[in-house]
């Protein structure tokens, strides 16, 4: 008998407001049964951050759990030919979007709200992996520990053109100006990649909260330290970026890949797809 994703999947979520700001913006959301992980990192007037984050989460993660109940990720899309995760994920997000861009834009206390947005689906040994704004996905595999996602902000593309050195953006005054969010416009662009998945993985979803105050090579030594008890890293985590200054608020959800999960290819799934072509 297959596994189901809550026996392959270890999953730790853990936010904190910080030691400067009043409350939290952040929002996370986790779900093993469904191999989702959603954080997001708002932004805008008072408390509006919170709302457009807690939006992005509530919404998309109702919205996948319909979607997955009616097709699964790893079968073709008949329009595509890619795997039906990509176009849910695109779709979802478009979705998401415009429902916090018109509570910007109607509701006066979430004038300018936005937020930025990480998530990763996991199904068939992979993980599909979107984003938009800074927050980040990071992936430790054996002794390597790297990011998988590259930041959507003003100091990225400085850094790409060569104009300042990772020295010099460790002290910018623009390490917060992002160039995409969810939310802001009536559309956005969400960076989507797809990657296959080991057992013994372990993948980090974190807010800029994080990996502002901590370097990345402490946060790898971190995980590999502590990386065989979840719960003790992310505290871990929390507790350091806060003694770094913890200017802001941060955020982590921490995945294990237990065992492999590959995704049924018998008659069943043959079936259900050709029932479902539609993705709904």
């Known amino acids: 008998m297959a596994k189901s994703l809550s026996d392959v999947l270890e999953i730790v979520v853990r936010t ?21 992980a959603i954080l997001a990192d708002g932004m805008g007037g008072y408390n509006a951050g919170e709302v457009a984050s807690g939006m992005a989460t509530t919404l998309l993660s109702a919205e996948f759990e ?3 109940k009616a097709y699964a990720p790893h079968l073709p899309d008949a329009e ?37 947005l ?6 068939d040994d992979r993980v599909s992996v979107a984003h938009i704004g800074d927050s980040r996905l990071y992936r430790l595999r054996d002794d390597e520990f790297a990011a998988i ?3 959507h902000s003003l100091l990225q593309e400085q850094l790409d ?3 300042i050195s990772p020295a010099e953006a460790r002290h910018s005054q623009q390490r917060n100006l992002v160039t995409r969010a969810l939310g802001v416009d009536p559309e956005v662009e969400a960076e989507i990649g797809d990657y296959p998945v080991r057992p013994g993985d372990l993948y980090l ?24 008890d979840l719960e003790q890293a992310a505290s871990q985590l929390i507790r350091v970026a806060n003694e770094h200054g913890g200017r802001d608020n941060v955020s982590v959800i921490l995945i294990r890949i237990l065992h ?6 018998g008659w069943w799934a043959r079936l259900k797809g050709a029932f479902n072509k539609d993705g709904r």
């Open 80 to 116: 595509t030919g890619k795997p039906f995760a990509y176009r849910c994920i695109l779709e979802r997000i478009a979705e998401v979007n415009s429902a916090i861009f018109h509570a910007a834009e109607t509701e006066p206390h979430c004038a300018g709200m936005g937020t930025t």
């Open 16 to 36: 904190d407001p910080g030691r400067v700001r009043g409350h939290n913006e952040d929002a996370v959301f986790a779900n093993p049964n469904q191999g989702l």
């Open 149 to 151: 996602t590259r930041d």
């Open 260 to 265: 492999g999960f590959p995704a049924p290819r």
């Open 161 to 163: 053109c060569g104009m």
């Open 118 to 123: 990480v998530m990763a689906l996991f199904y």
């Open 66 to 68: 319909a979607a997955l």
């Open 205 to 228: 979803l974190c807010s800029d909260g994080l990996n502002d105050m901590v370097e990345d090579d402490e946060i790898g030594a971190i995980l590999q330290a502590l990386g065989d």
